[in-house]
């Protein structure tokens, strides 16, 4: 008997909800998709979780899927978009970073390069909890109000939190500094009250 084509597999999948076969999909394409998604962000485990994401895009856009139409080439098309959001995400990222690096350095230090890196390394280096509420009022912009309902905590918590997490990056700067270079974080400050 020959193997079902990804198709059948599908169109199964859709339209009696059989796991199984949505499970012999993803044998089937998890290793060549990690690969095509590890070439595009350069980052295999992030290609891992898009992997993960595009075949959840799937389960929730299987009503779209036309059994009429190949498979792989459907597959491959949400993968890309799955890349190209983080891909954008991380370029948001960066220069959401290089803006919070240009509020924390004076005028005299050589800001980091135009995507944020080294900001970026010394962010990763903050503990989880101070790193999330930091990124998520500098980055994504949210109230304080709404990163204490993302994070489960209340609004003075998550405050205190983004605070703490400006000083640790501030003396986080301090120790890469050299000579008389000083950070100046009033403006972030006020940004985050």
């Not at 970073?97 to 080294?118: F, H, I, M, S, W």
């Not at 700067?173 to 940004?191: E, F, K, Q, W, Y």
């Amino acid at each position: 008997m020959s193997p079902l084509t990804d198709e059948t597999l599908m169109e199964r999948f859709t339209v009696s909800g059989d796991r199984n076969s949505f499970g012999a999909l993803i044998r089937r394409y998890v290793p060549v998709a990690t690969g095509v998604a590890a070439r595009l962000l350069n980052s295999r485990d992030e290609a891992q979780d898009a992997v993960q994401d595009a075949f959840v895009n799937i389960i929730r856009a299987q009503s779209d899927y036309r059994p009429s139409s190949p498979f792989g080439p459907w597959f491959y098309r949400i993968l890309r978009n799955v890349c190209l959001d983080r891909l954008r995400k991380r370029k948001s990222l960066s220069e959401a970073l290089g803006r919070l690096a240009a509020e924390l350095v004076t005028e005299d230090r050589t800001p980091p390069d135009e995507n944020g890196q080294p900001i970026l390394d010394l962010v990763r280096r903050l503990p989880e909890t101070d790193r999330r509420v930091l990124l998520l009022r500098v980055v994504d912009g949210l109230q304080l109000a709404e990163i204490a309902e993302v994070c489960g905590c209340s609004e003075e918590a998550a405050k205190k939190r983004a605070q703490r997490g400006l000083k640790r990056l501030k003396q986080l700067m301090a120790h890469t500094n050299t000579g008389n270079d000083r950070i100046n974080a009033v403006p972030l400050m006020s940004a985050m009250g």
